[in-house]
């Protein structure tokens, strides 16, 4: 796969080519039910050439999923009312969802382990920098 | 040294005090970072979206505080909230005051949670006055013609 840029007008958001040569953009879900939180990581995931959306919970991820959207890669939070970041991940691998999931959480190590456990393919501590998103670009 | 320089040092010197006295940390530079053209209020959009949201979570935690069965659990997650939102601007003083809110939840302390509380709202209105005062700060360089400077 090969990472490009797409033109001027749009000179931010990154594109990918897969083997077919077919370039699209990469899109991300980030899933909090702290809307600051969701203005910062959409930010920080804009500013490094993602097209962000945001769910407020788990149970709106999964609708999303299963109204047919899909995303290259989505940022989870833990801890959201009406159904919380394991159980959403859960929801979604036992769907088929196989994009990379990354769990973003301000709980310690316990907590972390279990939300991994939940078929995440990383979790880090909120809140997201851009360093911390960057090396996600590469594995896209 | 004329009117927008001076401005400038004045802005730049009044947030290198707030980051030393420990009232922001590096996640509010990540903030300013974000800032640029396509994107010229952000940082006054976030803080303005966190002012909103701490004052309503005080307002919700005074509420609960004062009932006679106090839900715990409510209290715990509203601090959770307040406790994302500050570190997530950079607020590292209210950050800090909402770990030890949550210890005296866990412990189930009415009182403990009471001056938790009262602490929580005197570092919040602190850092909100020093955010103001910087905001003015920047709108004043900007007025003189000047530009932000990167810190």
């Known amino acids: 796969m090969m990472l490009g840029e797409a033109g001027p007008s749009s000179k931010r958001i990154k594109t990918v080519e897969n083997d077919d040569g077919i370039v699209k953009q990469l899109f991300t879900l980030i899933v909090d039910d702290d809307p600051i939180v969701c203005k910062i990581h959409s930010s920080i995931l804009n500013s490094v050439g993602f097209i962000a959306q945001v769910a407020s919970n788990g149970k709106e991820a999964v609708d999303l999923f299963r109204s047919g959207v899909t995303f290259d890669i989505v940022f989870i939070d833990m801890d959201m009312p009406i159904m919380n970041g394991i159980e959403a991940t859960k929801q979604l691998r036992a769907m088929g969802v196989t994009c990379k999931i990354v769990g973003v959480t301000s709980r310690d190590n316990e907590a972390k382990e279990a939300f991994l456990e939940a078929g995440l393919d990383f979790c880090h501590l909120k809140p997201l920098t851009v360093a911390k998103v960057t090396p996600f670009l590469e594995l896209l | ?151």
Request: proline fraction near 1%; charge should be negative.
């Open chain 2, 1 to 151: 040294m004329d009117a927008v320089t001076q401005l400038q040092r004045q802005l730049v010197d009044y947030t290198n005090t707030l980051f030393h006295e420990g009232f922001l940390d590096e996640q509010f530079n990540q903030l300013q970072q974000l800032q640029d053209e396509s994107n010229p209020d952000f940082v006054v959009e976030v803080v303005s979206l966190f002012f909103q949201d701490s004052e309503r979570l005080l307002n919700e935690l005074a509420k609960i505080l004062e009932q006679q069965n106090i839900d715990f659990k409510k209290v715990d997650a509203h601090v959770h909230q307040l406790k994302g939102s500050s570190s997530s601007i950079g607020a590292q003083t209210v950050q800090r005051v909402c770990i030890a809110f949550r210890n005296s939840c866990e412990e189930k302390n009415i009182e403990g949670c009471q001056k938790c509380l009262q602490h929580v709202k005197h570092e919040y209105t602190l850092v909100k006055n020093k955010l103001e005062t910087l905001f003015k700060l920047e709108q004043q360089v900007l007025a003189a013609g000047g530009t932000i400077p990167m810190y």
